[in-house]
């Protein structure tokens, strides 16, 4: 069967006995996780009594309909969201390229333009004109230009302004600020990385003693926090490795204790992965936490652990692939954190992400798919350190290493003192 796609038509049973035991001391949390078995319990039964034929199905066209409307036309409800518009530009230029639609050349350049006007002065890009540079919309930008991968997206990006600004934004112990003035965590060491590495600016100097903060992260439960010293969380814990990786040091972390730690955060019940212990299943951690598993498993493989799979990544694939399609889809298009809730474009994206994940195993030996449900069904893979297609990955390392990578004399805060 290798390289054959496996097909997975049928549910799995969900046994009462994988649900939350409280042992009989209940608490508000504990609540809040049966509330959240009973609602999945009825979603999928609901969902096994209107198909005859149990078959999940992704909701291609309504999803694409609901993209596609997102990128001209976003209700008030994105208000709060003034500070992410370059994250709403890569949430939902990625969710069209997992589901293969090609994006029209006249979007492609509207969305371009408008990312131009996003950069500062200071060579990051902000959440909206005229705002300050942080690294969070900058490391959405770069990745929504690769996405649409042309001269013109590519040739937006001011690659010494760039290096100026995350010069700007490095601090002496080897973390990043999220802007200047702003909080450190591991998401800026993550975003500093893709976006260097994507553009060739990465400098061995601009990521001194990254790596070792980094390792900081790395907390008692196996994943790895925010800061030193908090507690472990899926968001971070994948910034964390994504970024170790980048760097090549991925290795110094302990993986088998950060293995042991995400393995643990699928729900038994749900199916979905949870962020931190203790925390409810959420669908945007299908990618957050599901795509540690893709890094861990080259990472396990590159220190000469010989017991991998050749097949399967070392989660539940399947029980992922349920909890997606059956409990995260609106049916009118886009998709969501549980029932219940809203859907949206960031959950939309990292939902479609983690549902890539789950369907394609890629190894030395090729790839392996195991789609739950129609063909149809079947998304882009997505490269699980950048989390964009690795076609698009592979066009921007070609153009970018054309360039030269800038002379790095630069020091800390130089673009404030320039
Ligand atoms: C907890 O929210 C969420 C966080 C503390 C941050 C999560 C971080 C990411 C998703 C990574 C971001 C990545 C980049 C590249 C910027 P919560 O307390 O509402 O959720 P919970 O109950 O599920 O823990
Ligand atoms: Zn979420």
Same mark, same amino acid.
């Given at each position: 069967?290798?390289?054959?796609?496996?097909?997975?038509?049928?549910?799995?049973?969900?046994?009462?006995?994988?649900?939350?035991?409280?042992?009989?001391?209940?608490?508000?949390?504990?609540?809040? !996780?049966?509330?959240?078995?009973? %609602?999945?319990?009825?979603?999928?039964?609901?969902?096994?009594?209107?198909?005859?034929?149990?078959?999940?199905?992704?909701?291609?066209?309504?999803?694409?309909?609901?993209?596609?409307?997102?990128?001209?036309?976003?209700?008030?409800?994105?208000?709060? =969201?003034?500070?992410?518009?370059?994250?709403?530009?890569? @949430?939902?230029?990625?969710?069209?390229?997992?589901?293969?639609?090609?994006?029209?050349?006249?979007?492609? %350049?509207?969305?371009?333009?408008?990312?131009?006007?996003? !950069?500062?002065?200071?060579?990051? /890009?902000?959440?909206?004109?005229?705002?300050?540079?942080?690294?969070?919309?900058?490391?959405?930008?770069?990745?929504?230009?690769?996405?649409?991968?042309?001269?013109?997206?590519?040739?937006?990006?001011?690659?010494?302004?760039?290096?100026?600004?995350? @010069?700007?934004?490095?601090?002496?112990?080897?973390?990043?600020?999220?802007?200047?003035?702003?909080?450190?965590?591991?998401?800026?060491?993550?975003?500093?990385?893709?976006?260097?590495?994507?553009?060739?600016? =990465?400098?061995?100097?601009?990521?001194?003693?990254?790596?070792?903060?980094?390792?900081?992260? !790395?907390?008692?439960?196996?994943?790895?926090?925010?800061?030193?010293?908090?507690?472990?969380?899926?968001?971070?814990?994948?910034?964390?490795?994504?970024?170790?990786?980048?760097?090549?040091?991925?290795?110094?972390?302990?993986?088998?204790?950060?293995?042991?730690?995400?393995?643990?955060?699928?729900?038994?019940?749900?199916?979905?992965?949870?962020?931190?212990?203790?925390?409810?299943?959420?669908?945007?951690?299908?990618?957050?936490?599901?795509?540690?598993?893709?890094?861990?498993?080259?990472?396990?493989?590159?220190?000469?652990?010989?017991?991998?799979?050749?097949?399967?990544?070392? /989660?539940?694939?399947?029980? =992922?692939?349920?909890?997606?399609?059956?409990?995260?889809?609106?049916?009118?298009?886009?998709?969501?954190?549980?029932?219940?809730?809203?859907?949206?474009?960031?959950?939309?994206?990292?939902?479609?992400?983690?549902? %890539?994940?789950?369907?394609?195993?890629?190894?030395?030996?090729?790839?392996?798919?195991?789609?739950?449900?129609?063909?149809?069904?079947?998304?882009?893979?997505?490269?699980?350190?950048?989390?964009?297609?690795?076609?698009?990955?592979?066009?921007?390392?070609?153009?970018?290493?054309?360039?030269?990578?800038?002379?790095?004399?630069? !020091?800390?805060?130089?673009?404030?003192? %320039?």
């Amino acid at each position: 069967m290798d390289g054959l796609p496996t097909p997975l038509r049928c549910f799995r049973e969900h046994h009462a006995a994988e649900k939350f035991a409280d042992d009989g001391a209940e608490t508000v949390t504990s609540v809040e !996780q049966k509330k959240v078995e009973c %609602s999945i319990e009825e979603v999928t039964s609901v969902y096994k009594q209107i198909h005859n034929i149990p078959q999940p199905t992704l909701l291609r066209e309504q999803h694409y309909q609901y993209l596609k409307k997102g990128l001209r036309h976003l209700s008030d409800a994105y208000e709060c =969201l003034d500070a992410s518009r370059p994250w709403l530009c890569f @949430w939902i230029l990625h969710s069209l390229e997992l589901l293969e639609e090609p994006i029209p050349s006249t979007i492609a %350049s509207d969305v371009c333009q408008f990312l131009a006007r996003c !950069q500062t002065s200071s060579g990051g /890009f902000a959440g909206g004109p005229g705002q300050h540079a942080h690294l969070a919309p900058t490391y959405a930008t770069v990745n929504a230009l690769c996405i649409i991968g042309t001269e013109e997206a590519y040739s937006i990006i001011n690659r010494e302004k760039l290096l100026d600004f995350l @010069w700007s934004v490095k601090q002496p112990d080897g973390s990043f600020v999220m802007h200047v003035g702003g909080e450190v965590d591991v998401r800026s060491a993550y975003c500093a990385a893709s976006v260097a590495s994507l553009t060739n600016i =990465l400098t061995p100097k601009l990521f001194e003693d990254t790596t070792s903060w980094i390792l900081r992260c !790395q907390n008692w439960e196996g994943g790895l926090s925010g800061v030193p010293g908090l507690e472990a969380h899926g968001g971070y814990t994948f910034c964390g490795m994504a970024a170790m990786v980048i760097l090549g040091k991925e290795h110094m972390l302990d993986l088998k204790a950060l293995l042991r730690w995400v393995v643990s955060r699928q729900m038994r019940f749900e199916g979905g992965f949870q962020g931190r212990c203790n925390k409810l299943v959420d669908g945007c951690y299908s990618f957050w936490q599901a795509g540690l598993l893709p890094l861990l498993h080259r990472a396990l493989f590159k220190d000469g652990e010989s017991t991998l799979s050749r097949q399967q990544w070392m /989660f539940e694939q399947q029980a =992922l692939q349920e909890y997606i399609l059956l409990c995260c889809q609106n049916p009118t298009g886009g998709l969501l954190d549980k029932p219940g809730k809203s859907r949206d474009f960031y959950h939309t994206c990292y939902c479609l992400s983690g549902l %890539s994940v789950a369907q394609h195993f890629g190894s030395l030996d090729g790839p392996h798919e195991l789609i739950l449900g129609r063909e149809e069904n079947r998304l882009a893979v997505t490269h699980p350190v950048y989390n964009i297609c690795p076609e698009k990955v592979a066009q921007a390392l070609e153009h970018f290493l054309r360039l030269p990578v800038p002379e790095d004399n630069r !020091q800390r805060g130089a673009s404030e003192q %320039s």
